[in-house]
């Protein structure tokens, strides 16, 4: 339990910190207020509840355009996951032994992925450099950060929040 951005002082301060945030670097130590508030924030309600209220069919080049328009806002995802990372021994102040960093694109994102960080991972989703696993993940945007890939810097929307492990889709038949 806690406040989170329901809260009208709680966004107050919180858009007062996000004003620090710079897109498009890794994650400076100037991010980390924002960091963690945002994973309180993911932490004051159920995957459901969060799901109930996030933004849907939010496009990749939106986000990526437009950071500070999105920054704070719940945002709902349904990811193909290839690459799970585990954080330990991290230091806050709200009691994480470990977070995760899970790596993945949507149907509508392509070959750009997102990276999300949760406190949890969901029953059947290995830690690892190589899987192939569906999510759906619902969380709050903090910025664009950046990453080298193949000699070339890019940028990847950093959520922070709550994952689930998603349904499997219908299989097409033919008639």
């Known amino acids: 339990p806690g406040p989170n951005e329901l809260d009208e002082n709680e966004l107050k301060d919180a858009r007062a910190g996000f004003e620090g945030v710079v897109d498009k670097t890794a994650m400076l130590q100037r991010d980390m207020e924002s960091y963690w508030r945002l994973m309180r924030w993911a932490r004051t309600e159920t995957t459901t509840q969060l799901e109930k209220r996030a933004a849907r069919d939010v496009p990749f080049t939106q986000i990526f355009e437009r950071p500070e328009k999105y920054r704070g806002r ?8 290839r690459r799970v990372l585990v954080h330990e021994d991290i230091e806050n102040d709200i009691g994480l032994k470990k977070v995760y960093e899970i790596w993945g694109w949507t149907d509508e994102s392509k070959s750009f992925p997102y990276v999300v960080i ?7 989703l290995p830690v690892g450099t190589d899987i192939r696993n569906e999510v ?20 990847a929307p950093l959520l922070i929040g709550r994952v689930r492990m998603a349904a499997p889709r219908p299989v097409a038949t033919s008639s």
Request: proline fraction near 6%; aromatic fraction near 14%.
């Open 74 to 81: 719940l945002i709902h995802l349904r990811m193909h996951v």
């Open 118 to 124: 949760v406190p949890e991972l969901p029953k059947g």
């Open 136 to 155: 759906v993940f619902t969380g709050y945007f903090l910025k664009v950060m950046a990453y080298q890939a193949f000699e070339a810097k890019r940028g």
